[in-house]
Nanobody, 117 residues
Framework: QVQLVESGGGSVQAGGSLRLSCAASGYTGSINSMAWFRQVGKEREVVAGIYTGGGATYYADSVKGRFTISRDSAKNTVYLQMNSLKPEDTAMYYC???????????WGQGTQVTVSS
């Protein structure tokens, strides 16, 4: 049973930084990719992702240049460094893990990020 545990969320003023972590456990197979999503109400969007094979990354346009996704394969942990935070970054942030390109992702429980102006 795959388990994803996010941490690092909290409240910060605009312009500040946070680093989210997501530790994966309970899975010994190959991982295709890991990603961060965020959700406000019913609106969900992908924030950033990383492919484990070649390390390629992708970002939502709204966070390019401010957020950085990285992965520590030895710890099965993915990070999201968030700099220059804006109030519109306020959301519940979720980590996902995908074992194959056509497989549905596993989801963590989420961590709340609140940015005040």
């Amino acid at each position: 049973q795959v388990q994803l545990v996010e941490s690092g969320g909290g409240s910060v003023q605009a312009g500040g930084s946070l680093r989210l972590s997501c530790a994966a456990s309970g899975y010994t197979g190959s991982i295709n990719s890991m990603a961060w999503f965020r959700q406000v109400g019913k609106e969900r969007e992908v924030v950033a992702g990383i492919y484990t094979g070649g390390g390629a990354t992708y970002y939502a346009d709204s966070v390019k240049g401010r957020f950085t996704i990285s992965r520590d394969s030895a710890k099965n942990t993915v990070y999201l460094q968030m700099n220059s935070l804006k109030p519109e970054d306020t959301a519940m942030y979720y980590c996902t893990l995908t074992t194959g390109a056509s497989e549905p992702p596993y989801w963590g429980q989420g961590t709340q990020v609140t940015v005040s102006s």
